[in-house]
């Protein structure tokens, strides 16, 4: 079954303790991305990686990191965590064909700072 | 820069009323265009998708939406909502070449009445 997975799906966590949410996808696809998700605020892009070892920053990259060692991970890294950074996280996936561009979305990854 | 609106934050429909949501964008070249669909404590699934030629495009669970050009917008339709529609609704733009960055509006979040 084609899916993107992510963990862990609920984390709480104190300020300054690092973490990482996992996200792997068995689509093969090119692009991977992140998002958070705030009430009223819709989705915003994190990071995003176009291709193994080619990442850029989204709208809202501060105090998240990211890396693209192999093709079907993407995992988002807080290397400080801070309550702000409470969030409801998003993976996504998708090939980078000529209409085959939609996103293909992980169930999200909740989390909480205190 | 790119922009999508979604004007109606919450919605109330009868079951087996009729629906549209509204999704007015901002962008500098040919849009591609995506309604997704989240149900509670789930991630997105895609609706459907624009992309080119026919302005009236189907998508899953009789959902339909038309891209017009001239008014900016991609509304979202369903002529007899059912109570398992219920759900949040979101709007993306994305472009046809480069990065696969999506847009996604605030959302709006659809309340089905029996």
């Known amino acids: 079954e084609a899916q993107v997975t992510q963990n862990p799906r609920y984390l709480i966590t104190v300020t300054g303790k690092k973490l990482t949410v996992t996200c792997s996808q068995n689509?093969?696809?090119?692009?991977m991305s992140w998002y958070r998700q705030d009430p009223g605020l819709g989705l915003r892009q994190i990071y995003y990686?176009?291709?193994?070892?080619?990442?850029d920053k989204g709208d809202v990259p501060e105090g998240y990191k990211v890396s693209r060692k192999e093709k079907r991970n993407f995992p988002l890294i807080l290397e400080s965590p801070s309550p702000n950074q409470t969030s409801l996280y998003f993976c996504?996936?998708?090939?980078?064909?000529?209409?085959?561009?939609?996103?293909?979305f992980g169930e999200g990854s909740r989390l909480t700072v205190l | 820069a790119q922009s999508v609106t979604q004007p109606d934050i919450h919605i109330t429909v009868s079951e087996g009323a009729s629906l549209e949501l509204r999704c007015n964008y901002s962008?500098?070249?040919?849009?591609?265009l995506f309604w997704y669909v989240q149900s509670p404590g789930q991630g997105l699934q895609l609706l459907l998708k624009?992309?080119?030629?026919?302005?009236l495009v189907q998508g899953i669970k009789g959902f339909e939406a038309e891209f017009k050009r001239s008014q900016s917008s991609f509304n979202l339709r369903k002529p007899s909502v059912h109570w398992s529609d219920a759900a949040e609704y979101f709007c993306?733009?994305?472009?046809?070449?480069?990065?696969?960055?999506?847009?996604f509006g605030t959302g709006t979040r659809l309340t089905v009445i029996p």
């Open positions: 689509m093969n696809h090119e692009y």
């Open positions: 624009y992309f080119s030629g026919d302005t």
């Open positions: 993306a733009v994305g472009a046809h070449s480069g990065a696969n960055n999506l847009f």
């Open positions: 996504a996936s998708s090939s980078t064909a000529e209409k085959r561009r939609e996103l293909f």
């Open positions: 990686s176009m291709n193994v070892e080619v990442t």
């Open positions: 962008y500098g070249a040919t849009p591609y």
